[in-house]
């Protein structure tokens, strides 16, 4: 019942859109951690699948992925992967994980796929310094309302 209630509230949202279509080198992002310490182990999931660093067995990082965003329709960009909700371990912060492990995981989507998109709140500074750090472009700012699987009040900011 909380699941049908909670999807029947007006949520607002306002996103940055960044999207990258190459493979970068990984080695392009000086790292403050030695590689050999360090094992990365994917989640797979229905809908998404994680990206997990451990360094000296410590975990240090996770990474999502999610096949459709719903949001993404919006632009036309919801058959793309996304990246979001991520989290580095406080005591790890500093050490350029968050663009490597961005780098690691687009290089592999990249694979299958054309381009990878990465959403992140426009007051998340942390997050945008390591999302560009990692050579994502910022291509759109969505702001909008939702109720249920509706928006309204819809507001897309292209970048060039």
């Not at 909380?2 to 999807?7: A, L, V």
């Not at 029947?8 to 050999?36: C, H, M, P, Q, W």
């Not at 592999?108 to 560009?132: D, F, H, T």
Request: aromatic fraction near 12%; glycine fraction near 4%; include cysteine.
């Amino acid at each position: 019942m909380r699941k049908i209630i909670k999807k029947l509230k007006i949520v607002n949202i306002d996103l940055l859109v960044y999207t990258r279509g190459y493979i970068d080198d990984e080695a392009s992002i000086a790292v403050k951690f030695e590689l050999d310490r360090a094992s990365i182990q994917e989640v797979p999931g229905k809908d998404t699948s994680a990206y997990d660093l451990y360094i000296d067995g410590v975990f240090a990082h996770r990474s999502n992925v999610f096949t459709n965003v719903h949001v993404l329709r919006l632009i036309k960009k919801n058959k793309q992967p996304a990246i979001g909700d991520c989290f580095t371990e406080s005591s790890f912060r500093g050490m350029s994980i968050y663009p490597y492990m961005l780098n690691y995981i687009t290089n592999r989507l990249l694979k299958n796929c054309s381009e990878v998109v990465i959403l992140v709140a426009p007051s998340n500074l942390a997050s945008i310094k390591g999302i560009e750090k990692a050579s994502f472009k910022k291509c759109y700012r969505i702001q909008t309302k939702r109720f249920g699987p509706f928006y309204f009040n819809k507001t897309i900011t292209p970048y060039i």
